[in-house]
């Protein structure tokens, strides 16, 4: 079974500040992990995925996600917040032995305050 | 960007009313998904199919139907629309291992008055 937790509803960062929107996730295997980003009234965007090799995975728009597996967490984080990344993230995680259907988060909704 | 096409965009329609919603995508991929999401709020997987002549509901029961007769076609019908049909519906393709990407529409919205 897998399954992922998004455990903030809401972030609130200033511009400017780095930001951290947190995953977790549970896997029987290994996980391929995923963040997505949606604007209002827009489908979910891909940012980035972490399927194998370097922990520090870099994607689109200046972010970038560690997985750790330790932890089973794979957070994705800004070094510097911007008032336009203001929208619902999700991360979403497939077990490489499981379906293909991923299980994706209740979502984080970001908001940067000027 | 992503081949992937939703039509309408948005919609409103009467109670009662049959709606299909489109999904169509240029990508070649076999495996595609219906979600269904209220504003802000997490998916929901009603439908997906792993490639032609092949469907199955999701995790959420939902009264709509799904056709899969092309590759690249995979409409969502509902018969008689209802208000509590009001809502988003993201249509979502990806194909090979499962560390693809899924890729995204830009979404339906639906609204039953």
């Known amino acids: 079974a897998q399954s992922v937790a998004q455990p903030e509803d809401q972030v609130n960062v200033a511009e400017g500040n780095p930001l951290t929107v947190k995953c977790t996730y549970s896997?029987?295997?290994?996980?391929?992990l995923f963040w997505y980003v949606q604007y209002p009234n827009r489908g979910l965007q891909f940012l980035l995925k972490?399927?194998?090799?370097?922990?520090l995975v870099k994607g689109s728009y200046g972010f970038e996600a560690e997985f750790n597996k330790s932890q089973t967490s794979f957070h994705l984080k800004k070094p510097s917040a911007l008032v336009s990344d203001s929208a619902l993230y999700f991360c979403?995680?497939?077990?490489?032995?499981?379906?293909?259907?991923?299980?994706f988060g209740r979502g984080t909704s970001l908001i940067v305050h000027p | 960007e992503a081949d992937i096409y939703q039509t309408p965009r948005y919609l409103v329609i009467g109670t009662g009313k049959k709606i299909t919603l489109e999904c169509s995508q240029t990508m070649g991929h076999d495996k595609m998904y219906w979600y269904q999401q209220d504003p802000g709020m997490e998916l929901h997987l009603i439908h997906y199919?792993?490639?032609?002549?092949?469907?199955e509901k999701g995790d959420l029961s939902s009264e709509s139907t799904v056709s899969r007769i092309r590759t690249e076609h995979f409409p969502l019908t509902l018969e008689s629309a209802r208000p509590s049909h009001t809502s988003q519906y993201l249509c979502?393709?990806?194909?090979?291992?499962?560390?693809?990407?899924?890729?995204f529409g830009e979404g339906s919205w639906l609204t039953v008055v």
């Open positions: 979403a995680v497939r077990d490489e032995t499981g379906s293909y259907i991923p299980t």
């Open positions: 972490y399927i194998t090799g370097d922990n």
């Open positions: 979502a393709s990806t194909s090979g291992g499962r560390g693809n990407t899924i890729y």
């Open positions: 199919s792993y490639g032609v002549n092949s469907t």
């Open positions: 896997v029987s295997g290994n996980p391929y």
